[in-house]
């Protein structure tokens, strides 16, 4: 019998918003895997489910010889496709299953991906271990504290690294969460930092979503030492009619979905 969720916004801890994204994660990758696999790649990077590529978008600049860290980073595929272009890579991810994907797509490929098992906020890494730092919707949706991912993500970079992440458009968050005509109706403030919910029908969470501002993205950026260069913010491609979730050519055209912030290391 499978479990009702209920989906509600209410304020939630660090420590419980961890926990409950974890487990989500580790429950819910096989079916994430078979169902996004293909347009992901094995070894593809992929920025947004506008299909905007690394190989066309080039957002982070020469990659060979450079050493990339890449912020959950899932089953791999983009640090798959980084190290096909001949650099060295390591990838970080809070879900052990997704992990396991990674593990079994490196053994399909033949190219193998370093992964650790760690949260976002306690990078497991040196100060200046890397040349660069990406983040396709990894993690970075999921936590409150984003002023600490951009700190110990400036901690591991050396200076003049870029940092690019993409996140769901924060526009996105006064909408329902529905890819048809009825997504396109505003249902909350766009300052309304409340997470996001789901409970089981025991009152206990089992998935959590953040809320940041364009805002809060820059200041978080800025204030540890990243200027903001670009903001990208990808169109819905004309023929494009893959629906994820509530990403969709209906909302597509006319509510941008993904923000894809760039910057350097000051």
């Not at 994660?25 to 079916?31: F, G, M, N, P, S």
């Amino acid at each position: 019998m499978s479990e009702s969720v209920r989906g509600t916004h209410r304020p939630v801890s660090a420590a419980e918003t961890q926990r409950a994204n974890r487990a989500d994660w580790d429950k819910i990758a096989d079916e994430y895997q078979a169902t996004h696999g293909d347009f992901l790649g094995d070894a593809s990077f992929l920025w947004c489910p506008e299909g905007l590529t690394e190989a066309t978008a080039r957002l982070l600049g020469e990659v060979a010889g450079r050493r990339v860290l890449e912020v959950g980073c899932g089953a791999g595929q983009c640090s798959r496709w980084l190290r096909s272009q001949g650099a060295t890579v390591a990838g970080l991810d809070l879900s052990f299953r997704q992990l396991q994907h990674s593990r079994r797509l490196d053994e399909e490929t033949g190219i193998g991906v370093p992964v650790v098992c760690a949260t976002a906020i306690r990078i497991p890494f040196a100060d200046a271990t890397f040349d660069a730092a990406c983040s396709a919707f990894g993690a970075l949706p999921f936590i409150a504290e984003i002023d600490v991912v951009m700190a110990d993500v400036a901690r591991v970079l050396r200076p003049g690294s870029r940092w690019v992440f993409a996140v769901t458009h924060p526009a996105r968050w006064m909408f329902a969460d529905d890819p048809t005509e009825a997504g396109l109706h505003v249902v909350r403030s766009y300052f309304d930092r409340t997470p996001y919910v789901e409970e089981n029908e025991h009152g206990l969470t089992t998935a959590v979503e953040h809320h940041h501002t364009v805002g809060d993205w820059i200041r978080a950026a800025h204030g540890a030492g990243f200027a903001v260069e670009d903001l990208i913010e990808p169109d819905w491609p004309d023929g494009h009619d893959r629906v994820w979730g509530a990403w969709g050519p209906v909302r597509g055209r006319l509510v941008p979905g993904t923000a894809i912030f760039c910057t350097v290391r000051r």
